[in-house]
């Protein structure tokens, strides 16, 4: 692994490099494993007390029936059997799969095509005001933001409607019909999430060489050639990232379809989480619910897990 | 037969300036309309809010929805209470996350790939799955209804470690092994050469949590119970009035206050946050 | 370079110093707000009531608070307002209570709660209710019988109800106006309704919808059942509550109530359900109502006080609603739901459920009391956003300022109707409300889902009410 980029700080500094030491001696060792130790104390310590015991009081929860008033009652494997037989759940997670593949996909393809977009020739301030413009969604809360969504896609008085009006458009049933409602969920979360993916290839993009471009260019890659053949190898790394942090948030969407349409028209939005709160807080089936997180977790340790197998193939190292 | 040079070589060329400088300020209006909206109706009265078309400038713009956020919540009180969470969950959150994350780029000890595993698989449980577990964790440690009991839970971060070790990670390992040679432990190793390299990727790691804990909402409408712990995402709720007869104007006032101290936490961040991000992501 | 460079880097650095010994110190001064110390009364003993946060402001909450300390200086109180947006929220965070044996002694229930909170969490009120039957008479007086009723389970009263909101009509009156129609009458059909809402429609241009939902459950599909002479799942009473009426009310207004309400066998796949989806269904169809989705209510009250909706059903809760949003008092009025089969009407209620796990029932028993009083009421209702339960309270007075001229129909509703009972909640009302909403959206989708889309929500309801809660 090299990295050609120099963290800034360093950059005044001529850097001296000594061949790597083949073997350290065993004080040293020590020395790093009490460091690390220290080091990790906050985070493992604070993760197993605040994470590990209550995911695994769910494991466990979901064994019993459990209504939260009365004490529980064993019921071995058949929550899992219940939920995997309940078609709402199906529903949810293919909604919820449904709503990954394209929120990501979406969100990786503006985020991309706006950051080389950013990254072209422009007046330096001008550039930092689209780098802001683009971010700015994210430091809104999404539950809030939402409420303001719901109105502004009203069929009947939105502003969305109203301006596609203008120019003959026929009012879209943006929340209110099985198909558009999906979209329309995928399209206000993608405008409040692409910021951080954006920012990430932004600074992905920084990283890449200007002699690797200037070398292309010199082979006569340009245009949406040079990015695909060039760019986009080289960006890899940054992609795994955005997509891996993209994909496991995707798959815990909840405030956006909890706002805008409650899960409907019908199933077609409602998502896995979406389920997961129903049915303990509204149900009390906390067992049930409790399976049906277990599932979720699988189901994203297996994704991630895929990505990253797939990450050895078409990721590709400087 | 030169018409076909020329197009051909503006496919390849890509856009003109331009037209791609317009294209962006078009998707930066797009990006921040909704925001504009929010922030024009916030001016308005109710009566005008929902107007077509919407007027962006409003035409007797009034802050009266402002006083009426004022009259009708102690917006301090809940500044502070949001200030004092947000603040120690994100400076807690750069410490635990900056530490641990240089722990797993930068040294060797047993198990680092299982508890690596383990940091990221945290990510990949919702909240409501585990927020009774959590309560009753509190309770035990007499945590409920305080907002120590909404920050100390929150200071491991899964995704700001796995952020600051790819940013440590994208440091020059011969940085370290320069030093080593010199004689410097592990912990001079830190001290003196990584860390003070770190800022810019303790700045993402900063502002993300800002911003997340700044809206969060269910986790303190759970945790807290008593008026005096309640945050601002709490405390805006009671602006939507019985029923939902309350004023969509001070109800959007309500928003729009709450977003300043994002927006400024962004703005001063921008620049530390920018070249952080420079470097994170980029190698494995 | 290199100066200006460690200069920088130095200053960064004192400036990391003074912002961390800024915090540090900033964290030991606030360590007293970290831990709730400096909050006074905290797990002293004190009566614990939770409201929901929207409907109790702080003001509000000050003035119950004080009210109560005034009659009873011995009982500490303590009014926590939950923040909720939605009942599944308040719900989510008394639950989490309970299972941390943390609950509070009272809480603040709606319809939808009462059944839910009687069967599993509470206290029936009949003991005290007889102990204190002379000081209470006043209020059964003031209070409709109905009201009463549908907070009893099973032959037991579980709430002293405070509010209500009726599925009344409201109209735009410039409108009214516009369409050239006249303010209905009390009796008026739902074929004068349709009427209406067409002529609404002819002069109301491209941006006008006639009709709208206040909420997209309750406010939408249930008033036309209850107008259909119906309901989503069978309705019967419990035997029982005799205690109560004998009591407590003539015996003009005892006749025909019981023991609370049941709602048991699911029926959506009956005639009258599908003559009232058909209806809605077709309404949607000639432009004459939006889809029930968008129902909810700031943005009702946005759209309705501007003229782009004409009629939409809400209690007297609206009435304050549309005045904070700037609609003159006269521009807007209110009347009965109109009659299909029958002309009974739907309404919520709400008052504090009573917990079983309270060890300090005898006093929280004083706070229901206390919060049930006229005068309590009458300061805390000030702004009309909600409908009192006392009639006494309903004045000339109380609508000067925001309206509407008829206000009389809000507490009428029940005097006039006095069939006129609450949104069908059994215990399972969260499952049977999802249930309602998900396949209301579906089955309105075009007349030929209806039925479909029906059968589909008899085959759930079916299974949410076998389950046990």
Known sequence: ?318 | MSQATLSSGRLRHGLAPWARIAGLAVCALLTLGPVVWTVSTSLRTPAEAFDLPPSLIPANPSTEAYRGVFDQIDVWLLALNSTLVTGLIAAGQMITAGLAGYAFARLEFRFKKPLFGLVLATMMVPLQVTIVPVFLVLKSMSLTDTLLGLIIPAFPTAFGTFLMRQYFLGMPKDLGEAAMLDGAGPWRTFRSVYAPLAAPGLAIVGVLAFNYHWNEFFRPLILETSGQNYTLPLGLVSLQGNLGTGSISVVLAGVVLSMIPAVAVFVVGQRPLREGITSAGVNR | MTDSHLTRRALLRYGAYGAGAAALAGTAASWDRLTGADIPGRDDGSLVVATLGPAYGPEAIRTLQEGFAELHPDIKLRINAVQAVDWSDFFAKILTQVAAGTAPDLVYVATEGVQLFAQRLGVALDRWVKRDAAELKEYFADVHPSLVESMMYEGSLYQLPVEFNAADMYFNRQVLTRAGAAFPPADWTRDDFTALLRDMKRTGGARFTPYFWTNRLWGGVVPWLFANDTNLLAESKAPGGQWLWDGFYPAGQRAGRGGGFRWTTPQATHDRVEEVYDYLASLIQDGLCTRPEGGNGQNLIGVFSTGRVGVTPAGGFWAGGLHLAGMERDGFDVQYFPRWRTQRMQYGAAGYALLRTSAMQDEAWEFIKYAARRDTLERLFATNQTTPARRSLLTADRYAKTGPAHWPVFYDTLDRFPDTGPIPAPPQVAEVEQVLLKHTGTALASPRSVRPALRRMQGDLEKAMEREV
Do not use: C
């Open chain 1, 1 to 318: 692994m090299t990295n050609t980029r120099i963290p800034p700080a360093r950059a005044a500094r001529p850097e001296p490099s000594p061949p790597p030491a083949p073997r350290r001696p065993p004080a040293r060792d020590r020395g790093t494993r009490l460091l690390a130790t220290l080091f990790l104390a906050p985070t493992i310590v604070g993760i197993v007390v605040f994470t590990v015991v209550p995911i695994a009081g769910s494991v466990g929860l979901s064994l019993f029936h459990w209504n939260v008033i009365d004490s529980p009652s064993y019921a071995g494997l058949s929550a899992y059997g219940e939920v995997l037989g309940d078609e709402t759940v199906l529903v949810s997670f293919r909604n919820t799969l449904v709503f990954m593949v394209f929120a990501v996909a979406l969100q990786l393809l503006v985020a991309l095509t706006l950051a080389l977009a950013v990254n072209g020739r422009m007046p330096v301030w001008l550039r930092s005001v689209f780098r802001s413009a683009f971010f700015f969604p994210l430091v809104l809360s999404a539950a809030s933001i939402s409420v303001v969504m719901k109105y502004l896609f009203n069929q009947d008085f939105g502003v969305i409607n109203w301006l596609l009006g203008l120019v003959g458009v026929a009012p879209v049933p943006w929340l209110t019909s099985e198909n558009a409602a999906m979209a329309t969920v995928v399209l206000v979360y993608v405008w409040q999430q692409f910021g951080f993916s954006f920012l990430l290839f932004v600074g992905g993009l920084n990283n890449i060489p200007k002699e690797i471009h200037e070398a292309a260019a010199l082979d006569g890659a340009t245009g949406l050639r040079k990015h695909l053949t060039v760019t986009l190898p080289l960006l890899s790394p940054t992609l795994l990232v955005a997509s891996v942090v993209g994909i496991i948030n995707a798959l815990q969407v909840f405030e956006q379809p909890y706002v805008l349409t409650n899960g409907g028209p019908g199933d077609s939005t409602r998502t896995v989480v979406m389920v997961i709160y129903e049915t303990a807080f509204e149900q009390l089936r906390f067992g049930e619910a409790s399976a049906v997180g277990v599932l979720l977790f699988v189901l994203i340790m297996a994704v991630t897990a895929l990505q990253f197998r797939l990450s050895r193939r078409f990721v590709h190292y400087q």
